[in-house]
């Protein structure tokens, strides 16, 4: 259940779709620029609570539910995604794991700052060689006297660069039939040991970090050891990153309704002998195939974010939502460019922007490969459960 009612979300979400249109889609050009979000954009973020938007508010936030972060992310999509991976770890894939699996001291400890966007937490998972497979990674947690040392290599670790806190996936035994003996660690930015690789230079994306995190003999006392129990690892990625899908699934409808804007505002201006694009049928149709991927997606995206809430899916509809909204924005970007014709290719024009941008959402937080096998297995498993 929201905190929120839907009258107090109301002026929120306005707020949110004013302040990413009239101050951050300006400045887009700048964020790519210099590869950041300027501070300023930075701390009117902060102000407006958008670094705790899905904590609860016992710890800060505005203790928004699912159904309404993903009409939130439906207006971050619209502009440069930095925006949203500033905070996108704190309220998501790292904030997440501490809302619903940290013991009360550990939610003392962190999820104010995170809240604030004093402290800006990562997710840390995947490894060289465990990525689709995250039941696979090798980073070793072992026990020593009252704490853990850990010992491993993170890759592709978003926010890695500004992080203070790490929630780090470790392997404490080996995989067995009790589970896959994987627990999660909060680990602060600056332990002895622990290392974080110079930013990786990506497709898109410009302003948002990536880096390698490496563990080398890092100790942590027993209370870093997330809801105290070394059984919950693996379980609190999982829901985790379930979520994030639907809110991952939401970015992309923004980003296709941004693409699809930009298209239709270029059709009905720029001319081919005289006359606009926009009246030759065969582009109203790529405009019409936008606007049917963007509606489509639109709601998908409310319907599984209303069942995640419900609790009725909390598995199938979100990697359902996320594998079609993600190739859909892939392919509203490709007929954007196609629509913009040479222009679309330049750099400076949004829709090369968006382009680049959108193609990461095919491959983070599971790729389109995994969605398809936890759809289709999980129907599977179902129907035989069911006989
Ligand atoms: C910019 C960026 C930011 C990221 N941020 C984070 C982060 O903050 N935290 C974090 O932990 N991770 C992060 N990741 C990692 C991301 O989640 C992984 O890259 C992703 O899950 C894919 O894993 P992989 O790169 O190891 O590719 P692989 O798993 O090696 O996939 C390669 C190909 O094989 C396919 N494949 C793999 N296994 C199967 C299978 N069983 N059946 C069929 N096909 C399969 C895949 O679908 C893909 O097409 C980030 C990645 C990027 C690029």
């Excluded at 963007?294 to 359902?320: C, E, H, K, T």
Aim: glycine share 12%.
């Amino acid at each position: 259940m929201s905190e929120v009612s839907s009258e107090d979300f109301e002026p929120i979400l306005a707020q949110v779709r004013q302040f990413v249109r009239t101050r951050v889609v300006p400045r887009e050009q700048e964020i790519l620029d210099t590869d950041s979000v300027p501070a300023d954009i930075r701390k009117q973020v902060a102000e407006m609570g958008l670094f705790g938007y899905a904590i609860p508010q016992e710890w800060g936030g505005l203790g928004l539910d699912l159904t309404q972060d993903v009409e939130l992310a439906m207006e971050f999509g619209y502009t440069a995604l930095a925006l949203r991976s500033l905070f996108g770890t704190n309220n998501g894939i790292a904030g997440q794991v501490l809302v619903n699996y940290g013991t009360e001291e550990q939610k003392r400890l962190w999820l104010e700052r995170i809240a604030s966007g004093d402290v800006v937490a990562s997710f840390a998972l995947t490894e060289p060689g465990a990525g689709s497979n995250p039941a696979g990674l090798r980073t070793r947690a072992v026990r020593e006297g009252d704490g853990w040392v850990i010992d491993g290599q993170k890759r592709f670790i978003t926010n890695a660069p500004a992080a203070d806190l790490f929630v780090v996936f470790a392997r404490t035994r080996p995989a067995d039939d009790s589970g896959p003996g994987i627990a999660v660690f909060l680990v602060p930015a600056d332990s002895a040991g622990l290392q974080v690789g110079p930013k990786d230079r990506k497709m898109g994306q410009e302003g948002a970090w990536t880096a390698d995190v490496t563990f080398n003999g890092v100790r942590v006392p027993d209370s870093a050891l997330i809801g105290g129990s070394e059984d919950v690892g693996y379980r609190a990625a999982m829901t985790s990153l379930a979520r994030g899908r639907v809110h991952i699934a939401a970015l992309a409808v923004g980003s296709a309704q941004r693409a699809l804007d930009e298209s239709v505002a270029y059709a009905a201006v720029a001319e081919q002998g005289g006359t606009p694009i926009g009246d030759f049928q065969l582009v109203q149709a790529m405009i019409a195939d936008q606007q049917t991927g963007v509606m489509a997606g639109r709601a998908l995206v409310r319907d599984a974010a209303a069942q995640y809430v419900s609790g009725r899916d909390r598995r199938i509809a979100p990697s359902v939502a996320k594998l079609f909204c993600t190739e859909m924005v892939g392919n509203v970007a490709d007929l954007a460019v196609q629509i913009h014709g040479g222009t679309g290719y330049m750099r400076g024009v949004p829709v090369e922007r968006i382009y680049r941008e959108v193609r990461l959402l095919r491959l983070y937080e599971g790729t389109s490969e995994i969605q398809r096998l936890i759809i289709g297995g999980g129907l599977v498993r179902a129907q035989r459960k069911s006989e």
